[in-house]
């Protein structure tokens, strides 16, 4: 049987949204050889060419897992409970380096507290932003940065339309609904532009950072976008420190809408790296209409 020559490429996060569009979009391609990272490899057969065990937790697992490896994508999950993401950034950057990684893509967003001068507190992204100079300093022969958007699939998931008080369907959010800055896309996509990413290092693999954007949106443009296809939605805003008290973990969403307000998503002008991020995935992302017309039909 013919040996597969293909670059290796390993992927953390390889059953979340994330790591699953990389599988599927470097598979799509053709052109690599996947392996795919889990703490519960006998779980998840058949997801790549190759499923091994490693935890981001236990820094000893990692040396086996990145063997051979030619490329890594990493992603880590703030919102699981205990994850130190700065830790576990570096342990996967050391173990990457000692393994002869070539080509580090890493998925960050912007550093919050730095850019706004510490206005707002948004660890989900701020922490992400902290392990970027580690990638920066390690010495890979490629690294890329790649920035997830605000996932249009929030909307029919944890920021799914609710019951107001008024009775109609829609959103209270601590935002001016006519803000527009929300860098959103379908998380499916990403994939694209980290398999092209690993397949131009020449254009992508001096630290570009690729943001994945399929539309710049305010929560107006949502209503009115999903009311035109035929829905019936309401947007209404509430002041932050009274959506602070609506659930766990409403502060740091509050937070995070303001930042959108004043910043947006991606913190500073980023026309040049988007389309750039375009020009490596080889195609555009899909736009927020067309993605609702598919994924949020009238009922």
């Given at each position: 049987?013919?040996?597969?020559?293909?670059?290796?490429?390993?992927?953390?996060?390889?059953?979340?949204?994330?790591?699953?569009?990389?599988?599927?979009?470097?598979?799509?391609?053709?052109?690599?050889?996947?392996?795919?990272?889990?703490?519960?490899?006998?779980q998840h057969q058949g997801l790549a060419e190759e499923v091994v065990a490693a935890?981001?937790?236990?820094?000893?697992?990692?040396?086996?897992?990145?063997?051979?490896?030619?490329?890594?994508?990493?992603?880590?999950?703030?919102?699981?409970?205990?994850?130190?993401?700065?830790?576990q950034g570096g342990a996967a950057i050391r173990a990457a380096r000692e393994a002869?990684?070539?080509?580090?893509?890493?998925?960050?967003?912007?550093?919050?507290?730095?850019?706004?001068?510490?206005?707002?507190?948004?660890?989900?992204?701020?922490?992400?932003?902290?392990?970027?100079?580690?990638?920066?300093?390690?010495?890979?022969?490629?690294?890329?940065?790649?920035?997830?958007?605000?996932?249009?699939?929030?909307?029919?998931?944890?920021?799914?339309?609710?019951?107001?008080?008024?009775?109609?369907?829609?959103?209270?959010?601590?935002?001016?609904?006519?803000?527009?800055?929300?860098?959103?896309?379908?998380?499916?996509?990403?994939?694209?532009?980290?398999?092209?990413?690993?397949?131009?290092?020449?254009?992508?693999?001096?630290?570009?950072?690729?943001?994945?954007?399929?539309?710049?949106?305010?929560?107006?443009?949502?209503?009115?976008?999903?009311?035109?296809?035929?829905?019936?939605?309401?947007?209404?805003?509430?002041?932050?420190?009274?959506?602070?008290?609506?659930?766990?973990?409403?502060?740091?969403?509050?937070?995070?809408?303001?930042?959108?307000?004043?910043?947006?998503?991606?913190?500073?002008?980023?026309?040049?790296?988007?389309?750039?991020?375009?020009?490596?995935?080889?195609?555009?992302?899909?736009?927020?209409?067309?993605?609702?017309?598919?994924?949020?039909?009238?009922?």
């Open positions: 049987m013919p040996t597969d020559t293909r670059k290796l490429i390993a992927v953390f996060g390889a059953t979340g949204h994330q790591g699953g569009a990389v599988i599927h979009a470097l598979q799509g391609s053709g052109e690599f050889r996947v392996r795919a990272l889990t703490r519960h490899p006998g935890d981001l937790n236990r820094p000893e697992t990692l040396p086996a897992a990145l063997a051979g490896a030619h490329g890594v994508f990493l992603v880590t999950n703030f919102w699981e409970a205990g994850t130190d993401e700065v830790s002869g990684v070539r080509h580090f893509v890493w998925s960050t967003l912007p550093n919050v507290e730095e850019i706004s001068g510490g206005k707002y507190h948004v660890p989900h992204f701020t922490n992400k932003a902290k392990v970027d100079a580690a990638v920066s300093a390690a010495g890979f022969e490629h690294h890329t940065f790649v920035v997830a958007p605000f996932f249009y699939q929030n909307l029919k998931g944890n920021l799914a339309p609710q019951r107001q008080q008024d009775g109609s369907m829609g959103w209270t959010v601590p935002i001016n609904p006519n803000a527009r800055g929300i860098h959103a896309g379908d998380i499916t996509e990403l994939g694209r532009i980290v398999a092209g990413a690993l397949a131009d290092p020449a254009t992508a693999g001096g630290g570009q950072y690729l943001p994945m954007v399929g539309d710049l949106l305010s929560f107006q443009d949502i209503v009115a976008t999903l009311n035109a296809q035929g829905h019936t939605l309401t947007v209404n805003p509430v002041p932050r420190e009274v959506f602070a008290t609506f659930f766990p973990g409403a502060g740091e969403v509050a937070e995070m809408f303001g930042w959108f307000e004043e910043y947006s998503y991606l913190g500073a002008p980023s026309l040049d790296r988007i389309a750039l991020a375009n020009r490596v995935a080889g195609v555009r992302p899909t736009d927020f209409a067309s993605w609702a017309r598919t994924h949020m039909p009238v009922r």
